[in-house]
């Protein structure tokens, strides 16, 4: 059984080269692996683990890929309830909003004469 698993890419060679790895979280043992980072690669990833391994899942960690989350939705019931993005794809998307907002702020403040939001 395998509760808590995680699935990444991970660059093999200079350039563009990747696998995609499927782990168990708590064991730590790499327990499927396949060529390149899409959807088909993820699935085939899925498809080492057996109907148990796969139904017995409860959180599945991943970046924001879209292709793992699609194969994540494809080959685990209810993936849209066991889905977990790692902190810091998450926190960069929402460093990145933040920096959005105080730039449209800072330009709306420039035009009224008010320059407090400069340098920040």
Do not use: W
Not at 49 to 55: N, T
Not at 69 to 83: L, M, Q, Y
Not at 92 to 106: C, F, P
Request: hydrophobic share 40%.
């Amino acid at each position: 059984m395998m509760p808590r698993i995680g699935i990444d890419e991970k660059a093999f060679r200079k350039g563009q080269a990747y696998v995609t790895l499927l782990y168990d979280l708590d064991n730590s043992p790499l327990e499927a692996i396949s060529d390149g980072n899409d959807t088909k690669n993820a699935g085939h990833c899925f498809s080492q683990l057996s109907q148990e391994q796969r139904d017995g899942v409860e959180a599945i960690a991943m970046d924001m890929s879209a292709a793992y989350v699609r194969s994540a939705k494809t080959n685990t019931a209810f993936a849209d309830e066991k889905i977990v993005h790692d902190r810091f794809h998450v926190m960069k998307l929402a460093s990145e909003a933040v920096d959005k907002v105080r730039r449209r702020e800072h330009r709306k403040l420039i035009a009224d004469g008010d320059n407090r939001l400069a340098r920040s």
